[in-house]
T-cell receptor, first 113, second 111 residues
Framework: DVKVTQSSRYLVKRTGEKVFLECVQDMDHENMFWYRQDPGLGLRLIYFSYDVKMKEKGDIPEGYSVSREKKERFSLILESASTNQTSMYLC????????????FGQGTRLTVV | AQSVTQPDIHITVSEGASLELRCNYSYGATPYLFWYVQSPGQGLQLLLKYFSGDTLVQGIKGFEAEFKRSQSSFNLRKPSVHWSDAAEYFCAASGTYKYIFGTGTRLKVLA
């Protein structure tokens, strides 16, 4: 089975902190994604990466950055956390360029106080 | 602009009743289409997917979906709902790397 593992299920951080969300996949997938999920808004793409060291902005990249130094790991960074970044964050990975199935991690519920 | 619309935010059905969740898409060409399910506090699990061919797609947990090109729809159905089906359901479309998700439909099942 494909496994996408997010390092934390729950996180509580203070406003202004630098926050790292880590995601690891074990199926050698080229593509990795970070989504933010909020009630009534569905999943919104923050960033995605189609190869090591490659990244592209999604729909809501402001306030976030990403890092992909190794194929299996994709990190989401909140440079200076704010309360409006309190949300559920979902990592996903997929294979290929033509719409293969995306596999999701369990999610990280981040609360910024 | 590309989009996926799930017009029903909440649906409540009785256990044993049939279910249909609606999904409409707007895309330049026929995209790849997916239905995912999310149980509370969990990630998303794939129920089924449509790439091409037979327009009626069978998935896991007894779900099926029908692709209708003329209506730009990909509705999810189940003949008899179980209490364990209570969850949030997302329709998604993809043409290349990226996926576009609908806003989700939350299903409540009455005993």
């Amino acid at each position: 089975d494909v496994k996408v593992t997010q390092s934390s299920r729950y996180l509580v951080k203070r406003t202004g902190e630098k926050v790292f969300l880590e995601c690891v996949q074990d199926m050698d997938h080229e593509n990795m994604f970070w989504y933010r999920q909020d009630p009534g808004l569905g999943l919104r793409l923050i960033y995605f990466s189609y190869d090591v060291k490659m990244k592209e902005k999604g729909d809501i990249p402001e306030g976030y950055s990403v890092s992909r130094e190794k194929k299996e790991r994709f990190s989401l960074i909140l440079e200076s956390a704010s309360t409006n970044q309190t949300s559920m964050y979902l990592c996903a990975s997929s294979f290929g360029t033509a719409g293969g199935e995306a596999f999701f991690g369990q999610g990280t519920r981040l609360t910024v106080v | 602009a590309q989009s996926v619309t799930q017009p029903d935010i909440h649906i409540t059905v009785s256990e044993g009743a049939s279910l249909e969740l609606r999904c409409n898409y707007s895309y330049g060409a026929t995209p790849y289409l997916f239905w995912y399910v999310q149980s509370p506090g969990q990630g998303l699990q794939l129920l089924l997917k449509y790439f091409s061919g037979d327009t009626l797609v069978q998935g896991i947990k007894g779900f099926e979906a029908e692709f209708k090109r003329s209506q730009s729809s990909f509705n999810l159905r189940k003949p008899s709902v179980h209490w364990s089906d209570a969850a949030e359901y997302f329709c998604a479309a993809s043409g290349t790397y990226k996926y576009i998700f609908g806003t989700g439909t939350r299903l409540k099942v009455l005993a």
